[in-house]
């Protein structure tokens, strides 16, 4: 053959292999082999496993690596064919075969092969001499080594099974050991810590007690440092109420229905007072007046001075505006009741003022005795008789003068109102 006839036919061979039929091993589109690379460049360009995305360096090795490799393909269970179909990543294959649905056909192909070998041997139980028997049995012996060696086969299988399994087992055993000894550490462990907790709680307790105590006596001492730097000793207290649309609101909704001031005494060995002011009113006053109280206290200097309590006390709720229109009213002390008499305990019943001021004027709006959301309120205990006509002058005195000076000017206004009641008596008595 020359040299151009191998040519033609070379070309003619190479024409015909790619007209040949061909099927994508990666997809189900199917063609001539001609077309076959242009369906790889468009329908698969590279050859990445599209499980595990794994990289391979050609179609065969991509193939290879699906067919043995790759550990997330789903592949079939060799026991399908007895009932076994599940499709099993080959990652959980192990973990298959210790699956109950795997061990129930595990049990299956042991009873078909059971059967068939007790086919097998009844078939070759009887002798004959005729040939065509013999020839029979040939074949029955046949049938039955190949039956035999599909047996080795899934006996082999069972074993690897059987192996894997016991491994399975043995590690299981192992590690439910070790939990169980990691458990046994938690459950000591947390008996130690709900034990630190319980003691960590009674500190917490014993703590916040502690805390509770500490707070009351920081309070008590605040109000005596409080009371001593306001602390008067001439019978008589200035109380300035700050935060009164609050006071009253707290007196309203029943939250603090009444208030205290700071003690005050009538000499620096004197009697103990003070005074109690109920806002919203107190009884029969109740959400109609004002309720102003004088109340005694237990004093260090009790035991020398004279009881029952029976000095004049004078309230006067002052006017801050210039026109000076202060509320004063007085009461005189009931000697019989208990309210008077020498406490025995911190302080007496409160006594006094139920209805000292209307609770429609004092809620006005612009009203002259609540400045700056403040109102003055000052208690004076008379232990000199003023006469009643004299009170007003008293309590319109500046607060701010000393005490002496007040008194001063009162015994002034008295003195001339007895030369002016002289000088009347003396005109009476001339005519």
């Known amino acids: 053959m020359s040299h151009r006839d191998t040519t033609k036919s070379n070309r003619g061979f190479k024409n015909n292999m790619q007209s040949l039929p061909i099927i994508c091993s990666l997809c189900n589109w199917n063609g001539i082999l001609i077309n076959y690379q242009e369906h790889l460049v468009q329908s698969h360009p590279n050859t990445k496993c599209n499980h595990c995305d794994e990289e391979c360096n050609s179609f065969n090795h991509l193939?290879?690596?699906?067919?043995?490799?790759?550990?997330?393909?789903?592949?079939?269970?060799?026991?399908?064919?007895?009932?076994?179909?599940?499709?099993?990543?080959?990652?959980?294959?192990?973990?298959?075969?210790?699956?109950?649905?795997?061990?129930?056909?595990?049990?299956?192909?042991?009873?078909?092969?059971?059967?068939?070998?007790?086919?097998?041997?009844?078939?070759?139980?009887?002798?004959?001499?005729?040939?065509?028997?013999?020839?029979?049995?040939?074949?029955?012996?046949?049938?039955?080594?190949?039956?035999?060696?599909?047996?080795?086969?899934?006996?082999?299988?069972?074993?690897?099974?059987t192996t894997t399994l016991n491994e399975e087992i043995q590690h299981l055993d192992t590690e439910f050991l070790e939990h169980q000894n990691k458990l046994q550490g938690l459950v000591e462990n947390s008996s130690n810590v709900k034990l630190a907790v319980e003691e960590e709680q009674l500190l917490d307790e014993a703590i916040m007690q502690n805390l509770e105590i500490l707070n009351q006596n920081l309070l008590s001492l605040r109000e005596k440092i409080d009371d001593k730097q306001c602390t008067s000793y001439d019978g008589s207290f200035t109380w300035k109420i700050k935060g009164f649309r609050e006071k009253m609101a707290d007196a309203q909704s029943e939250k603090q229905t009444s208030i205290y001031s700071p003690p005050f005494y009538s000499s620096p060995t004197g009697y103990k007072m003070r005074v109690r002011l109920y806002l919203n009113g107190d009884g029969n006053a109740r959400r109609t007046h004002m309720s102003l109280f004088f109340v005694l206290m237990r004093g260090q200097h009790d035991q020398i001075l004279k009881f029952p309590f029976n000095y004049k006390v004078t309230f006067c709720m002052y006017d801050q505006t210039p026109q000076r229109r202060h509320i004063i009213d007085s009461f005189r002390p009931d000697m019989r009741s208990s309210s008077f008499q020498r406490p025995r305990s911190d302080m007496n019943i409160a006594s006094g003022i139920p209805r000292f001021y209307p609770l429609v004027k004092i809620l006005e709006e612009g009203n002259p005795y609540v400045q700056d959301d403040t109102i003055f309120i000052k208690v004076m205990v008379d232990f000199g008789d003023l006469p009643k006509t004299v009170l007003p002058f008293a309590l319109s005195l500046n607060p701010g003068l000393p005490t002496d000076v007040q008194q001063y000017f009162i015994r002034q206004t008295l003195e001339k109102k007895a030369e002016i009641q002289t000088s009347k008596e003396h005109s009476t008595t001339d005519t």
């Open 63 to 161: 193939n290879q690596h699906k067919a043995f490799h790759c550990s997330k393909i789903s592949i079939e269970c060799q026991l399908k064919n007895f009932g076994c179909h599940q499709q099993i990543p080959r990652f959980e294959l192990k973990a298959h075969y210790q699956s109950k649905q795997h061990q129930d056909s595990m049990l299956e192909v042991i009873k078909q092969l059971k059967l068939q070998l007790s086919d097998a041997q009844a078939t070759s139980t009887p002798m004959d001499t005729d040939v065509s028997r013999t020839t029979t049995m040939t074949d029955d012996g046949n049938f039955v080594a190949n039956q035999l060696e599909q047996l080795q086969e899934t006996l082999n299988m069972l074993a690897n099974g």
